[in-house]
Nanobody
Framework: DVQLRESGGGSVQAGGSLRLSCAAS????????MGWFRQAPGKEREAIATIDTDGIPSYADSVKGRFTISQTNAKNTLYLQMNSLKPEDTAMYYC?????????????????WGQGTQVTVSS
């Protein structure tokens, strides 16, 4: 079974940093893209970053220049380094994986999602 397990969330003050991790298992890592999306209370899910099988990242404008997506060489662990955090970054953050996953398709049925990790940024 495909499993994605996020960790690293927490509470931080505005301007601070956090690094999220996602441990993947149950699929062929070098064949699937991976990414992160988030959902704040009362708001729609927002795709924020993806990385393809060639290691090429893509970012939403809302996080570009502040967040960095990366993965281990084995591609079984995904990271999201979040710097210069803002209160509006407060959300549940989810890891996702799929063979056709992109920023545009990360929320589509057919991709696999983790259970999420909470990030809270206080002003």
């Amino acid at each position: 079974d495909v499993q994605l397990r996020e960790s690293g969330g927490g509470s931080v003050q505005a301007g601070g940093s956090l690094r999220l991790s996602c441990a993947a298992s149950g699929y062929t890592y070098n064949l699937w893209n991976m990414g992160w999306f988030r959902q704040a209370p009362g708001k729609e899910r927002e795709a924020i970053a993806t990385i393809d099988t060639d290691g090429i990242p893509s970012y939403a404008d809302s996080v570009k220049g502040r967040f960095t997506i990366s993965q281990t060489n084995a591609k079984n662990t995904l990271y999201l380094q979040m710097n210069s955090l803002k209160p509006e970054d407060t959300a549940m953050y989810y890891c996702a994986a799929g063979p056709y996953l992109t920023l545009a398709t990360i929320l589509w049925v057919g991709n696999y999602w983790g259970q999420g990790t909470q990030v809270t940024v206080s002003s």
